[in-house]
């Protein structure tokens, strides 16, 4: 637990590429591929894995250098000026835009974006409830009538049916 | 040709109304994250179809011109890149606006833009035949080591070094792999969704790379405001001053205009290729040519990265227009909805365009000069009202910015499920900020992917299963010698110079 919280940060990206990258490298050697595909990828792949391996041990070098340092450690992460609570104030958003997306459909884009704008707002601890209001309110008429309206983005209109065009 | 050119300017005349237009819509779509020119070309192609053909192909032109333009003002002052070739803005325009100095930045890109337009425009009057010529011996082999100027980018530019540089462009390649085989129709790295059988949404990876990842770094760090009108820290460069000085600053930098601008053009003119190609091409180049002390500044707030980025922007519609009115190639989705527009009225496409409506050709290729105009004034109203973005709170900003960047994902294919795309590269660009890999490594690798794979896959099948290709032509020999000329060149040049210095010294 204590490895993953000291470096978790720093393996998530090369984890994910080589997740991703033995994936396609399995899939080309079981599925229906020809030959110039398998050529394409294992020339993107194999490199890629090899400078993953490199960017994490020069990395992994870099953090037990500064170990010691408080001032580098700082450094080191870009999220040193972080003020308290912004990993939850992050994934408060994240999970706001997720929860959107699936809510979409029933709740349609008006209702939807209104919601989502007013709980960004609370997420973001902006407290002021009228400006909060006047914000969602006007951000669900631009998705109205500039997406949908103007750029005839087909947004679902979820229990407003009376919307349907 | 002189009849020709003067019926042109005439029937232009009698139709220029329809340029400030143009640009005024293409400023508005560039500036919305995942609206493309061609995308809106598209959507407006019932009303090109339903006008004279010269108005349709006017209202086009400016309309992908002001795009090119517009898409500058998301890049320099939320970091959202309107289009993929306006990335490259965002390099160094984020950084100047968050020294306050968006005025000043936006005046840059507003003249370099202007001065694009003009060098595409006279280079399209003047060379089409040339360049077209010369384009069209560019096979498979040759646009992939092109690309590859696009791609050394992220050797020269990696603030994380050079091998998360090249890991994260790799990475970025092999994502662009992700649905349907270009050359053999098979599925990859799909797991089987449907929405991705296709391909991976790219405007959706953009705008969640870099939109929603600074909107998740702004929620981290808990930031009120960009900036402060009070911040002594920061000078602030307010109102028309602050453009204006920026217009004039664009004119210390001759060679990064005319280089950029001549990259735009030579890069436009190749089928396939594009403002995206360009811009990355012009700034690796800027970044190679500059000197090593200016060589820090670039991605921390260089006016030649702008100059470099909007200049190639605007040039590449110029060269865009050659191949299409010369050859009847387009190079470009906007162009090929021209191409649709000329065939619909039953234009002659191909090299007699000119010798059958001359007059039209001439005119679209004349209305550049305009819309360079209107680019410059249209821009620089818009300017006014735009930098003032950065002073509003930003807590109030964020729910809006999301909005945006979440209907940038949807904009494109109009599915859900790409909204669920830019979340999630939102937060893989909000980790990689946050260890220092360069994301746009990774989003030039998405972007340039498909197009490098389809042409490497061609080259390899033209060359028989062999690499042959890449290095027997000419051509490719050249573009090698250049290519390597990239890397080696200017720190060799710098080393001949001080050491001829150091020798004149001596004596």
């Given at each position: 637990m204590q490895f993953l919280k000291s470096y978790g940060g720093i393996l998530l990206v090369p984890v994910l590429a080589l997740a991703y990258g033995a994936h396609a490298l399995w899939e080309l050697t079981t599925g229906p591929f020809q030959y110039a595909t398998i050529v394409y990828t294992y020339v993107i792949a194999l490199p890629m894995l090899l400078l993953g391996a490199v960017s994490v041990i020069q990395d992994l070098r870099e953090k037990e250098k500064s170990s010691g340092s408080e001032e580098a450690t700082a450094g080191a992460e870009?999220?040193?000026?972080t003020s308290k609570g912004g990993g939850r104030r992050v994934a408060l958003v994240v999970l706001l835009s997720l929860i959107l997306i699936a809510i979409l459909p029933f709740t349609g884009y008006l209702i939807g974006f209104f919601l989502f704008v007013l709980a960004v707002l609370w997420a973001v601890e902006l407290r002021n409830w009228v400006a909060s209001l006047i914000i969602a309110a006007i951000m669900a008429a631009v998705v109205h009538f500039v997406?949908?309206?103007?750029?005839?983005q087909d947004l679902p209109v979820g229990i407003l049916t009376f919307m349907e065009r | 040709m002189p009849d020709a050119l003067f019926e042109g300017l005439q029937l232009f005349l009698a139709n220029f109304w329809i340029v400030p237009i143009g640009v005024l819509i293409g400023m508005f779509v560039g500036g919305m994250?995942?609206?493309?020119s061609s995308g809106t070309l598209a959507m407006l192609l019932p009303v090109l179809l339903v006008l004279p053909p010269q108005l349709g192909l006017l209202l086009g032109v400016s309309l992908y011109a002001g795009a090119e333009m517009g898409n500058s003002f998301p890049s320099v002052m939320?970091?959202?890149?309107?289009?993929a070739g306006g990335a490259v803005t965002a390099f160094d325009g984020f950084p100047l606006m968050k020294e306050g100095r968006a005025a000043w930045a936006l005046g840059i890109c507003i003249m370099a833009s202007v001065v694009g337009a003009l060098i595409g425009g006279a280079a399209s009057l003047t060379l089409s035949p040339q360049i077209a010529a010369v384009a069209l011996r560019f096979g498979p082999a040759e646009i992939c080591i092109v690309i590859l100027f696009g791609l050394a980018v992220i050797a020269q530019l990696s603030s994380g070094g050079l091998a998360k540089g090249l890991f994260v462009g790799l990475f970025g390649l092999l994502l662009a792999t992700?649905?349907?085989?270009?050359?053999?129709?098979t599925h990859r790295g799909?797991?089987?969704?449907v929405y991705l059988f296709d391909r991976l949404p790219v405007i959706a990876v953009l705008v969640g790379l870099l939109g929603f990842s600074e909107v998740l770094v702004y929620v981290e760090k808990g930031?009120?405001?960009?900036?402060?009108?009070?911040?002594?820290q920061v000078e602030h460069h307010i109102g028309l001053a602050g453009i204006v000085s920026g217009l004039k600053e664009t004119f210390k930098y001759p060679w990064e205009l005319l280089r950029g601008g001549a990259i735009g053009v030579g890069i436009g003119a190749?089928?396939?290729?594009?403002?995206s190609v360009a811009t990355f091409v012009s700034y690796q180049q800027a970044v190679a040519f500059a000197k090593p002390e200016r060589k820090q500044m670039f991605g921390k707030g260089a006016p030649e990265g702008l100059i470099a980025a909007d200049v190639t922007n605007n040039a590449v519609v110029g060269g865009a227009l050659v191949p299409l009115l010369t050859?009847?190639?387009?190079?470009?989705g906007s162009m090929a909805v021209l191409l649709v527009v000329m065939t619909y009225h039953g234009m002659y496409v191909g090299p007699r365009l000119f010798q059958f409506s001359g007059d039209i050709a001439y005119a679209v290729l004349l209305s550049q000069f305009f819309a360079a105009g209107f680019i410059l004034v249209i821009g620089t109203i818009l300017a006014f009202f735009a930098y003032?973005?950065?002073?509003?709170n930003l807590k109030m900003m964020v729910p809006i910015i999301s909005v945006f960047c979440l209907m940038g994902g949807f904009?494109?294919?109009?599915?859900l499920f790409d909204m669920g795309v830019m979340v999630v590269f939102g937060c893989l660009g909000y980790v990689m900020k946050k260890f220092n890999y360069p994301v746009v490594a990774m989003l030039l690798g998405v972007i340039l992917g498909r197009l490098f794979e389809r042409e490497f896959m061609r080259a390899w099948r033209i060359g028989l299963d062999s690499p042959e290709l890449f290095f027997t032509s000419t051509i490719a020999q050249i573009l090698w010698v250049l290519f390597v000329f990239t890397f080696v060149g200017p720190p060799l040049l710098r080393y001949l110079r001080r050491k001829m210095r150091s020798g004149s010294a001596a004596e």
């Open positions: 870009a999220g040193g000026d997406f949908v309206g103007l750029l005839g | 994250p995942g609206l493309t939320l970091n959202i890149p309107g289009t992700t649905g349907t085989d270009p050359t053999f129709g799909t797991f089987g969704i930031l009120s405001r960009l900036l402060r009108p009070g911040d002594e190749m089928p396939g290729a594009g403002a050859l009847g190639i387009p190079g470009s003032r973005v950065a002073y509003l904009a494109r294919n109009n599915f």
